[in-house]
């Protein structure tokens, strides 16, 4: 008998892990840019953290498609000709782990043999080619083509909205940055940095642009966009300046109709109500507002285009 066969979330879950720390390493390097170093020769410096994402690319679609194999069996997976198989009776146990797996050309038919190719985006098939042969010119240590951040993030995505869906990228680096064990300890650092989750959203839109971030989520993220109150609520600090928040808007009307009353953040996942009504300030368009407190006398409603404020008697 084959003993300790992996499951299909094992799989996918390394996958996952693969593409995130690709993402993560990209985002640390820029992160901790200065103004005084131009982008260009910090990345040129950095390379080999661009060389390494591919690997990591590789390795999460490689893991991917294993968990779609599991999904029918695990026994898929064995790169070894049945005839050789140790599992007559007369055989002792072996254990899944020792035995090697199938990769490249096999893994990819295996694949397309278990899962319904219509729900498989058309360009996963040059996408997985393209970063195979990139993948295997560094590792063999031929890989001198230079590569840039935003080409590698937008490898990223599309990894994920090829086999996951749209969405899937970002759930998945909300859920690794949330589960950090910092949160269970109020480790301030680590809360603070609520702030810096927000930023990473800003990162991808002002290096890949909202257009190309479009195709990534299920909401139409080119629509009019208005501020989250609980992205404020949570990112927002005081500073010598003063109370600093998030004044970018990510937030956008669920569905997006004119008498609409949902809204749904994208950065925070919070889906919230909100009221039509004209905001009072000159100069502000806005007609979506949401409750922001309610006492016994008041309520406390913010316009969620300019952030003003209107306390109404009750
Ligand atoms: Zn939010
Ligand atoms: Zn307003």
């Given at each position: 008998m084959i003993k300790d066969i992996p499951n299909s979330d094992e799989y996918k879950d390394v996958a996952i892990e693969c593409l995130i720390q690709a993402y993560n390493n990209i985002y640390n390097v820029d992160n901790t840019?200065?103004?005084?170093?131009?982008r260009e020769e910090i990345w040129e410096y950095n390379q080999i953290v661009l060389r390494t994402a591919i690997v990591l690319i590789h390795q999460g679609l490689e893991g991917l498609m294993k968990s779609e194999i599991c999904k029918k069996?695990?026994?898929?997976?064995?790169?070894?000709?049945r005839s050789d198989w140790?599992?007559?009776?007369?055989s002792a146990d072996e254990s899944f782990s020792e035995m090697n797996t199938i990769g490249g050309d096999d893994l990819l038919r295996t694949f397309f043999a278990c899962v319904n190719t219509k729900k498989i985006d058309t360009n996963f098939l040059s996408h997985y080619e393209e970063i195979r042969i990139k993948r295997n010119k560094i590792v063999h240590g031929i890989g001198t083509e230079k590569l840039t951040p935003e080409y590698i993030l937008i490898l990223i995505l599309n990894s994920f909205t090829y086999?996951?869906?749209?969405d899937s990228f970002w759930d998945a680096v909300s859920s690794k940055f949330y589960s950090h064990p910092g949160f269970k300890y109020e480790d301030s650092d680590i809360e603070w940095e609520d702030m810096i989750h927000y930023n990473r959203m800003e990162y991808l839109n002002l290096f890949i642009g909202k257009k190309e971030l479009?195709?990534?989520?299920?909401?139409?993220?080119?629509?009019r966009e208005y501020l989250c109150p609980f992205c404020i609520e949570k990112a927002e600090m005081i500073t010598e300046d003063g109370l600093k928040y998030p004044d970018s808007k990510w937030a956008f009307l669920n569905?997006?109709?004119?008498?609409?009353t949902n809204m749904s953040c994208i950065v925070c996942g919070t889906d919230f109500g909100i009221i039509r009504e004209d905001c009072e300030k000159t100069n502000c368009k806005g007609n979506v507002k949401y409750l922001l407190e309610d006492d016994d006398t008041t309520e406390t409603w913010v316009c969620l285009t300019c952030w003003n404020e209107e306390i109404k008697n009750t």
């Open positions: 840019l200065n103004n005084e170093t131009p069996t695990p026994l898929l997976l064995i790169d070894r000709k140790k599992t007559l009776p007369d086999l996951l869906g749209k479009k195709k990534h989520f299920s909401t139409d993220i080119t629509a569905p997006n109709k004119p008498d609409s």
